[in-house]
């Protein structure tokens, strides 16, 4: 059974510091890496992809991926309240589908 | 910027009954998905379809479900007869072809099976 796990948190981070969100994997075929951030009763909205190990910067957000280790990770530099949300990590092997995690929820206070 | 778009957003339905969600994926792209998520659970793959046919689907879409591609910019999921363990959000995406796992999700419908 190949899965993605988060740990599902919530992660709490005051405005402005740097948000780390983690994710393992257990399929070594993986290829391709996404983040999606979800807010609650909306849909998956995808922020990062990565194909390469090492990092990836977009903007305010690094993705990091280490195939060795099976890790992925996502940064957040200077986190705002409003990036509060779930952050779903999911994972595409040689096949069409996704299988995503659970999702960890991060909270931004003031 | 362009977006995947569904309908109805809500549906309420009796168990037993039929439904179809429908989706209208970005228009350049050719690579069509059905996701669910249960009420605090995680995503999960449903099916997957290019070039007029399923190309992959997973254990949960049994024969109570069926995509169709209705005509050149609708993409439907049929639930035949509904069961209360249907009740989900669904969502649609879809990818381009240079970019085929890089998916992009449609705002979902909820479907509530009484």
């Known amino acids: 059974q190949k899965e993605v796990e988060q740990n599902s948190g919530p992660l709490s981070v005051p405005e402005g510091a740097i948000a780390s969100l983690n994710c393992t994997y257990s399929?070594?075929?993986?290829?391709?890496f996404f983040w999606y951030r979800q807010y609650s009763g909306k849909s998956p909205e995808l922020i990062m992809f990565?194909?390469?190990?090492g990092d990836k910067e977009d903007g305010r957000f690094t993705a990091q991926l280490n195939k060795a280790s099976q890790y992925v990770s996502l940064l957040i530099r200077d986190s705002q309240p409003s990036d509060s949300a779930t952050y779903l990590c999911?994972?595409?092997?040689?096949?069409?589908?996704?299988?995503f995690g659970t999702g960890t929820r991060l909270q931004v206070f003031p | 910027e362009p977006e995947v778009t569904q309908t109805p957003s809500h549906q309420v339905t009796q168990m037993g009954q039929e439904v179809i969600l429908r989706c209208v994926p970005i228009?350049?792209?050719?690579?069509f998905y059905w996701y669910r998520q249960i009420l605090g659970q995680k995503v999960e793959f449903l099916v997957s379809?290019?070039?007029?046919?399923?190309?992959?689907k997973s254990e949960i879409f049994d024969d109570q479900f069926s995509v169709e591609r209705p005509d050149g910019s609708n993409f439907t999921l049929k639930i035949r007869s509904t069961k209360l363990e249907d009740s989900a959000m669904y969502f649609c995406?879809?990818?381009?072809?240079?970019?085929?796992?890089?998916?992009?999700f449609g705002p979902g419908t909820r479907l509530l099976v009484l």
């Open positions: 995406a879809s990818s381009d072809i240079r970019n085929r796992g890089t998916q992009y």
């Open positions: 399929d070594r075929g993986s290829q391709s």
């Open positions: 990565i194909y390469s190990n």
């Open positions: 999911a994972v595409g092997a040689n096949t069409d589908k996704l299988i």
């Open positions: 228009s350049n792209h050719l690579y």
């Open positions: 379809f290019y070039n007029n046919e399923i190309s992959e």
